[in-house]
Nanobody, 129 residues
Framework: QVQLVESGGGLVQPGGSLRLSCAAS????????ISWFRQAPGKEREGVSCLSSSDGNTYYAGSVKGRFTISRDNAKNTVYLQMNSLKPEDTAVYYC??????????????????????WGQGTQVTVSS
């Protein structure tokens, strides 16, 4: 079956780092744009970052730009989110999502949840002392 599985979440102190992984099965990631979303308790789900297909452009929410980095390893069929300088407000469940041939209009359209074909189940990230 088609699956996206997130891993790498956990408890980390403010200022620390985590690397999240999104492993795909049943399809190959090189033809998909991959995005990370997150949902904090009591808040709506929001876009965090996107890696578009074909051109490899990256996009970030203003709140994480300069701290988070999205990347792809096609040999492992996996996308990563490296998170540095973590803050308590980064605490959330993080989800990855895949959009087939997602390139056109991605600079503003990547935050639209409706465009994505597949979603993972999420991984918890908690930033606390």
């Amino acid at each position: 079956q088609v699956q996206l599985v997130e891993s790498g979440g956990g408890l980390v102190q403010p200022g620390g780092s985590l690397r999240l992984s999104c492993a795909a099965s049943g399809f190959t990631l090189d033809e998909y744009a991959i995005s990370w979303f997150r949902q904090a308790p009591g808040k709506e789900r929001e876009g965090v970052s996107c890696l578009s297909s074909s051109d490899g452009n990256t996009y970030y929410a203003g709140s994480v730009k300069g701290r988070f980095t999205i990347s792809r390893d096609n040999a492992k069929n996996t996308v990563y989110l490296q998170m540095n300088s973590l803050k308590p407000e980064d605490t959330a469940v993080y989800y990855c999502a895949a959009d087939h041939r997602g390139t056109r209009g991605m600079d503003v359209g990547w935050v639209n949840e409706g465009r994505y074909d597949y979603w993972g189940q999420g991984t918890q990230v908690t930033v606390s002392s």
